[in-house]
């Protein structure tokens, strides 16, 4: 599975992003695919996800600023990101989660970079 991820970039604060990650294969497929995000010196966090179901879940701190959805006729997932603070600064990563045969399988997209500041 390949996820590739675009559309980070430097904007200043209040500011919108749109992040877009492609899937090798139908979103719907995944027990869940979204977004995570890193700062150097912190784990990797959990940012916003999309259950197979179609339940969403969000980090608190993004909760009202940010969007997840997705588009499975382009197998494609966004993040759409309004209101940004400085402290939406990290590499974004796209991840999707899947079982087969009972083993949990994790995939990585290589990270964007946003960064807020003015």
């Known amino acids: 599975v390949e996820l590739v991820e675009s559309g980070g970039g430097l904007v200043q604060p209040g500011e919108s992003l749109r992040l877009s990650c492609i899937a090798s294969?139908?979103?719907?497929?995944?027990?869940?695919i979204g977004w995570y995000r890193q700062v150097p010196g912190k784990e990797r966090e959990l940012v916003a996800e999309i259950w197979k179901s179609g339940g969403i879940s969000y980090a608190e701190s993004v909760k009202g600023r940010f969007t997840i959805s997705r588009d499975n006729a382009e197998d494609t997932v966004y993040l759409q990101m309004n209101s940004l603070k400085p402290e939406d600064t990290a590499v974004y990563y796209c991840?999707?989660?899947?079982?087969?045969?009972?083993?949990?399988?994790?995939?990585w997209g290589q990270g964007t970079q946003v960064t807020v500041s003015s």
């Open positions: 294969r139908s979103t719907s497929t995944f027990k869940s």
């Open positions: 991840n999707a989660e899947e079982i087969y045969n009972l083993v949990k399988y994790n995939y």
